[in-house]
């Protein structure tokens, strides 16, 4: 059975982490996935296609929706943290840097993906990667954690805009997942918070 078979479906962060694992299971279930990121290994090995993407960049989002023409859906995969993210050592530019990939890139892609499917007539889902970390905080992920809650306000308000266009948005809240990004948390369990852990 092949639940998505003919749907075509843009994935950012396709190249590792959860954007990969997310690309390979929506393959799985039948879809041409589009893998956005550096992302040609994952596209090559399920059959689907590999776009360059600079998720914060509005002609990026632009020049991908010129090429694929219609999807059906999107999911915002595509996330960073910093480096040292705590409210004492979290910089400027780091905080600006996360915001840009983690807000400034879901609005992007969400507002692109709305505009594709309205101007199609090609209603379709929006499925936004949050975290665990917009509900619950463990005092090493300011910028992360604040990116992501915002994430879910963004969602919610475009959910309310487009609902009546027959357009899904919804947010997604993974706990910690074995991925690039996380390795250096999960080395050391005992360091993360204990409401990090019972959420």
Known sequence: MAPLRGKRILVTGAGSGIGRATARLLAEDGALVLCADIARET???????AYLLDVTDPDSWARIFDAVETIDGLVN????????????????QDWERVMQVNLDGVFLGTQAAIKSMLDN?????IVNISSVLAIVGDGETLAYGASKAAVVGLTRSAALAVAANGIRCNTVHPAYIRTPMTERWLERPDDLGEAT???
């Open 121 to 125: 007539g090609t209603p379709g889902s």
């Open 77 to 92: 995969c595509a996330g960073i943290e910093a480096p040292d993210d705590t409210v004492e050592q979290c910089t400027a």
């Open 43 to 49: 596209a090559d090995a399920i059959g689907g296609e």
């Open 197 to 199: 852990l019972a959420a």
